[in-house]
T-cell receptor, first 115, second 111 residues
């Protein structure tokens, strides 16, 4: 049962470098999300997607980009890394929206440090 | 703007105590509320999910309640154990499947 898989687990970037955080889920979930968690804080929504080809901004989208070409994959791109992007990044997925049962499943996180 | 607040931010108790963690939210038009556990350096593990039409959910020593009208949820942990030490997060779901998280309660259960 893979669930939500994130890679890499850790990464150190230099200011101005770019990278892509990978996220894949094997539960056939339509909804996928990227969150960041700063020390001692809750999770803040960066971007989300309601299905392949559809993405939208969350609370803190600046400095990030996403794409959703397949149901399974939802990569997060940092184009010009800045120290403010040092954080732990979590990918999540849920079943279709509506008022019904919708449980969120999370990956193990990517710890990113920008120096 | 939806805001989720968790009190207390940290809690230290001796083993065996019953304890209550609190979560409050400003917008009562929720679809559901989910409690998670996060161990240091790890991801989030789902503990309990309460639908907006439910009042409580139970799993083992855990019981979560929901009062939409007052914008509150509580997580009750019975007979706490050192293995319960972790950070507990609540997440409130509104429409379009957006989840809003509290900043968590860091629990330490002393042997």
């Amino acid at each position: 049962n893979a669930g939500v898989t994130q890679t890499p687990k850790f990464r150190i970037l230099k200011i101005g470098q770019s990278m892509t955080l990978q996220c894949a889920q094997d539960m056939n979930h339509n909804y996928m999300y990227w969150y960041r968690q700063d020390p001692g804080m809750g999770l803040k929504l960066i971007y989300y997607s309601v299905g392949a080809g559809i993405t939208d901004k969350g609370e803190v989208p600046n400095g990030y980009n996403v794409s959703r070409s397949t149901t399974e994959d939802f990569p997060l791109r940092l184009e010009l890394a800045a120290p403010s992007q040092t954080s732990v990044y979590f990918c999540a997925s849920t079943t279709t929206g509506g008022r019904g049962f919708t449980e969120a499943f999370f990956g193990q996180g990517t710890r990113l440090t920008v120096v | 703007k939806q805001e989720v607040t968790q009190i207390p931010a940290a809690l230290s108790v001796p083993e065996g105590e019953n304890l209550v963690l609190n979560c409050s939210f400003t917008d009562s038009a929720i679809y559901n509320l989910q409690w998670f556990r996060q161990d240091p350096g790890k991801g989030l593990t789902s503990l309990l999910l309460i639908q907006s039409s439910q009042r409580e959910q139970t799993s083992g020593r855990l019981n979560a309640s929901l009062d939409k009208s007052s914008g509150r949820s509580t997580l009750y942990i019975a007979a706490s154990q050192p293995g319960d030490s972790a950070t507990y997060l609540c997440a409130v779901r509104y429409n379009f499947n957006k989840f809003y998280f509290g900043s968590g309660t860091k629990l330490n259960v002393k042997p």
